[in-house]
């Protein structure tokens, strides 16, 4: 197996260290030994005829790494407050709403971000500039990652979580409905999907934020599915490691599996991704797709006493 790039091994190392102070950011195998962590083992995806996945990842590791940014540097402007709070206030109270809020478009961690800000006192900058501030810096992390992909330098499964290709191919052959939706810029996400070449099995679509942020969510999209005619909840399958896609989904009484991936390796489950994806009601949890054949048997048993239809509540943009 070819070696990790440089830029990997510093993210990492970078990445243990930020991850060092807090007990929460611990690997771990799953509970039971098993590869796949059954929470809900009577949640059935036989009835499925869609699946949603979210992006970043939880299929793509291009921006792995952003929280490892994201977070610092809004330790630092409520710092820059000097309101008393320790480093270590200031980072869980960060990191609380940054997680809460993982999935839905980026501009609304920068708008709790400025909230924080007016919270303590201080005058908070326009949220766009935060995350105009932010991407910058995310830039100087992923740069490298996305020209070796431009460039043809590397193959694409380099950026993907491990398992993930074979997965999507058994999903297709299943014939079900595929959509794709980050809280990602949608110019960032087409151009990532398309350069990690997997936008060809979406075929119903990629969706990412939209300039009017107000205009586009997970949850929209959950509902315009639901809308579709004759379709009720548990034909949705969702996969993601955030809180907002697996939420929405279990929301309308579909499947969930939380993907815990400690990036980039992604070889055991994260726990800190394991204990708030539980925590929103994922009904299985696995650290990536190398054992995509056990997770289709698991998920496409017949349904027994599995969860059972349910009518969508009605649409409310
Ligand atoms: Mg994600």
């Given at each position: ?54 992006f970043d990842?939880?299929l793509s590791l291009i921006r ?78 992923i740069?490298?990652r996305v020209?070796?992909l431009r ?5 694409p499964?380099?950026y ?22 980050s809280?990602t810029?949608?110019a960032f996400l087409k151009e990532e999907a398309g350069l990690l070449?997997i936008t ?6 990629v969706?990412g ?109």
């Amino acid at each position: 197996m070819q070696g990790r790039p440089d830029h990997w091994s510093r993210f990492e190392a970078a990445r243990a260290e930020s991850r060092a102070e807090s007990p929460l950011h611990k690997p771990s195998t799953c509970q039971n030994g098993s590869l796949i962590e059954s929470l809900h083992p009577e949640a059935s995806a036989a009835r499925a005829r869609f699946v949603l996945f979210d992006f970043d990842g939880s299929l793509s590791l291009i921006r792995t790494g952003w929280m490892q940014v994201m977070v610092p540097m809004m330790v630092d402007a409520l710092a820059e407050l000097k309101t008393g709070e320790q480093e270590e206030e200031l980072r869980r109270v960060v990191e609380e709403f940054v997680w809460r809020l993982t999935g839905e478009e980026t501009i609304y961690q920068m708008i709790a971000l400025a909230a924080e800000v007016r919270r303590r006192g201080g005058t908070p900058l326009d949220p766009l500039l935060y995350k105009q501030r932010y991407l910058k810096l995310l830039w100087q992390v992923i740069r490298s990652r996305v020209e070796e992909l431009r460039r043809g330098h590397c193959s694409p499964d380099r950026y993907l979580v491990p398992g993930a290709r074979p997965l999507l191919e058994k999903l297709k052959e299943r014939g079900l409905s595929m959509y794709l939706a980050s809280g990602t810029d949608e110019a960032f996400l087409k151009e990532e999907a398309g350069l990690l070449d997997i936008t060809r099995y979406f075929d119903g679509g990629v969706y990412g934020a939209l300039d009017d942020y107000k205009s586009f969510s997970k949850r929209i999209l959950v509902q315009r599915i639901l809308a579709l005619p004759c379709v009720v909840g548990d034909q949705l399958l969702g996969f993601g490691d955030g809180y907002v896609e697996i939420e929405e989904v279990e929301r309308v009484g579909g499947i969930t599996v939380g993907v815990a991936t400690n990036e980039p390796e992604c070889l055991v489950v994260d726990e800190w991704k394991r204990q708030r994806l539980i925590g929103v009601g994922a009904d299985y949890i696995i650290p990536n797709y190398l054992h995509h054949e056990a997770l289709i048997e698991t998920l496409f048993r017949p349904a027994d006493d599995g969860k059972t239809s349910s009518v969508p509540p009605p649409f409310q943009p």
